[in-house]
């Protein structure tokens, strides 16, 4: 059973525009969230995190909103590059050094 | 700073044969992560160590696999006897222990078993 999730495989934003990931958890126990942003033939790479305690966090063109109640998080990148073309990966970790990670979204910025 | 540094980059056998992946985590950090990236399961936490010291192994897929961390800058994960659906991107990570237990990953060793 899936502990995170997320429910788009691919997502295609034009140049310029915003781009919205979405991730859904199910375990209450999570407290610490966090976004990978994975290129071809590489490994992921760390992008931005969220405390439980926090519902926004901001860092250059990238912002990450949880919704606890909902147990939803999101990540907005404004505006969309071409480089921003990648493999997102939702995660989140429950007080240990343990990350949970979702299956991915593939980013695709068009010109 | 190296990062996290793993070997082969690409791997190819035949079923049946042994296969040893191998990794080297960054100075410092005390917690090693091996993962598994496939299209189907996406990326699958194997087993992970803390201080050497192998703490979850509950995503290992059956006895064919074993990994070990003899030393801090050491580990390998090991397949005998390897089988086609094995193939897959594996992936070493580690982490300093500190919230937000960021992990920080290797470019990974792509397994082809034939």
Known sequence: ?111 | DAGVIQSPRHEVTEMGQEVTLRCKPISGHNSLFWYRQTMMRGLELLIYFNNNVPIDDSGMPEDRFSAKMPNASFSTLKIQPSEPRDSAVYFCASNAGQIPYTQYFGPGTRLTVL
């Not at chain 1, 033939?41 to 912002?63: C, Q, V």
């Not at chain 1, 997102?88 to 010109?111: E, M, N, V, W």
């Open chain 1, 1 to 111: 059973d899936q502990q995170v999730k997320q429910n788009s495989p691919s997502l295609s934003v034009q140049e310029g525009r915003i781009s919205i990931l979405n991730c859904d958890y199910t375990n209450s126990m999570f407290d610490y969230f966090l976004w990978y942003k994975k290129y071809p033939a590489e490994g992921p790479t760390f992008l931005i995190s969220i405390s439980s305690i926090k519902d926004k966090n901001e860092d250059g063109r990238f912002t990450v909103f949880l919704n606890k109640s909902a147990k939803h998080l999101s990540l907005h990148i404004v505006p969309s590059q071409p480089g921003d073309s990648a493999v997102y990966f939702c995660a989140a970790s429950a007080r240990d050094d343990k990350i949970i990670f979702g299956k991915g979204t593939r980013l695709h910025i068009l010109p």
